[in-house]
């Protein structure tokens, strides 16, 4: 039976590929965490998704988020009878977001199974002296990859379900923002990570009057590993405009912009 995997972002991808992986990989370079959702077989959600980002994040190109979508797409469309597709999910908001909308778009005969990164590294390599967290699948060495294969568990049919109808919640929401509660993937408003960011810049301006922007999304990322630079980006841009932070230099370029606090 050939076997496509699905994988979100190019570095768990380019890993995959750089082993010698001997499988088709399809890698969608969207995180799923945050903007609006919709079929993500139709050519207007990845148009909106692109839109979005370059709204949010002050992206310039979304070229390759969209070529990633048509490559997807393309592969839906072109896949053979009994192709099978391997889902790549890690603990994060935005795989497991993928993982939800990709087994809720491909046939209900189509067979799937799902590699939870993140489980399947610890029961493959930890020991009772090494402990490893695996907070995106792109993490994985290249070299580690084929082992988790045997971790692959194909959902039952009240599972697909199952993800169908969490799917269908999050596209009923209309919320722009996926966040892991309690274990599990919800929809939460816009604001929800904001205290967590200005925490983490009270502490950095704690010490200095000014800090660059992209020290504050480098701190953000290492304490909260699921949450991607583009979010955080979009999110501190929020801050300023509310007034929560004061910026000097580019609003578009995280490099070229720096923050610190109001006046009080």
Not at 119 to 148: C, H, M, N, S, W
Not at 164 to 193: C, D, M, T
Not at 231 to 255: K, N, Y
């Given at each position: 039976?050939?076997?496509?995997?699905?994988?979100?972002?190019?570095?768990?991808?380019?890993?995959?590929?750089?082993?010698?992986?001997?499988?088709?990989?399809?890698?969608?370079?969207?995180?799923?965490?945050?903007?609006?959702?919709?079929?993500?077989?139709?050519?207007?959600?990845?148009?909106?998704r692109?839109?979005?980002?370059?709204?949010?994040?002050?992206?310039?190109?979304?070229?390759?988020?969209?070529?990633?979508?048509?490559?997807?797409?393309?592969?839906?469309?072109?896949?053979?009878?009994d192709?099978?597709?391997?889902i790549?999910?890690?603990?994060?908001?935005?795989?497991?977001?993928?993982?939800?909308?990709?087994?809720?778009?491909?046939?209900?005969?189509?067979?799937?199974?799902?590699?939870?990164?993140?489980?399947a590294?610890?029961?493959?390599?930890?020991?009772?002296?090494?402990?490893?967290?695996?907070?995106?699948?792109?993490?994985i060495?290249?070299?580690?990859?084929?082992?988790?294969?045997?971790?692959?568990?194909?959902?039952?049919?009240?599972?697909?379900?199952?993800?169908?109808?969490?799917?269908?919640?999050?596209?009923?929401?209309?919320?722009?923002?996926?966040?892991?509660i309690?274990?599990?993937?919800?929809?939460?408003?816009?604001?929800?990570?904001?205290?967590?960011?200005?925490?983490?810049?009270?502490?950095?301006?704690?010490?200095?009057?000014?800090?660059?922007?992209?020290?504050?999304?480098?701190?953000?990322?290492?304490?909260?590993?699921?949450?991607?630079?583009?979010?955080?980006?979009?999110?501190?841009?929020?801050?300023?405009?509310?007034?929560?932070?004061?910026?000097?230099?580019?609003?578009?370029?995280?490099?070229?912009?720096?923050?610190?606090?109001?006046?009080?």
């Amino acid at each position: 039976m050939p076997t496509t995997h699905v994988v979100m972002g190019e570095s768990a991808a380019g890993s995959m590929r750089a082993w010698g992986w001997p499988d088709p990989i399809v890698a969608v370079r969207d995180d799923l965490s945050a903007g609006p959702l919709g079929d993500v077989l139709q050519e207007t959600t990845w148009a909106s998704r692109a839109d979005w980002w370059m709204m949010a994040a002050g992206y310039a190109d979304a070229s390759d988020l969209l070529r990633s979508w048509q490559a997807f797409g393309s592969w839906v469309g072109t896949r053979a009878a009994d192709d099978e597709a391997v889902i790549w999910m890690a603990d994060n908001p935005a795989e497991i977001t993928l993982a939800l909308g990709v087994a809720a778009s491909l046939p209900n005969t189509m067979p799937i199974r799902v590699v939870h990164s993140t489980k399947a590294y610890g029961q493959a390599y930890d020991t009772p002296e090494v402990q490893t967290v695996i907070a995106r699948t792109g993490e994985i060495p290249a070299d580690r990859f084929a082992p988790l294969l045997e971790y692959a568990v194909a959902p039952s049919d009240a599972g697909r379900r199952r993800a169908a109808a969490k799917w269908h919640g999050f596209l009923k929401s209309g919320s722009p923002l996926r966040a892991i509660i309690n274990g599990q993937v919800e929809s939460v408003g816009a604001e929800y990570w904001d205290p967590a960011i200005m925490d983490q810049a009270r502490r950095r301006l704690s010490f200095a009057g000014s800090v660059q922007a992209i020290q504050l999304v480098g701190d953000c990322i290492a304490w909260h590993p699921h949450l991607g630079d583009r979010f955080v980006w979009w999110r501190i841009r929020r801050l300023v405009e509310s007034g929560a932070l004061r910026s000097a230099g580019s609003l578009a370029d995280m490099r070229d912009c720096t923050l610190s606090l109001p006046p009080r």
